[in-house]
Nanobody
Framework: QEQLVESGGGSFQAGGSLRLSCAAS?????????MAWFRQAPGKDREAVAV????????YYADSVKGRATISQDNAKKTLYLQMNNLKPEDSAMYYC??????????????????WGQGTQVTVSS
């Protein structure tokens, strides 16, 4: 089982930027070919923010963050990143790193992923 640890959360101002990191104990490893960032606000469902296929680095983004977010990786550092600009108060949530194998689920479905970090809190104030 892959071990994932998120960092980089905190308090931010609207219009600012953040960069979250996800360190893996063994990165990359098979069969975890998909890496993702999810977020969950109190009382809300967990939603996919960005997903990347490590095999070809093809990425997918939620409509709410398109044009503002970039998911990337550094294999040498065994780290996944989420860069997000022009932060909005509605971006406030607990952000989770996740990993999973190929499956029949859609790219945004959390059921696709079977390794999760503990999360890092992001709070955006206006």
């Amino acid at each position: 089982q892959e071990q994932l640890v998120e960092s980089g959360g905190g308090s931010f101002q609207a219009g600012g930027s953040l960069r979250l990191s996800c360190a893996a104990s063994a990165y990359p490893v098979s069969p975890y070919v998909y890496m993702a960032w999810f977020r969950q606000a109190p009382g809300k469902d967990r939603e996919a923010v960005a997903v990347m296929a490590r095999t070809n680095q093809k990425s997918y983004y939620a409509d709410s963050v398109k044009g503002r977010a970039t998911i990337s990786q550094d294999n040498a550092k065994k780290t996944l990143y989420l860069q997000m600009n022009n932060l909005k108060p509605e971006d406030s949530a607990m952000y989770y790193c996740a990993a999973g194998p190929t499956s029949g689920y859609d790219w945004y479905d959390p059921r696709r992923f079977n390794a999760w970090g503990q999360g890092t809190q992001v709070t955006v104030s206006s």
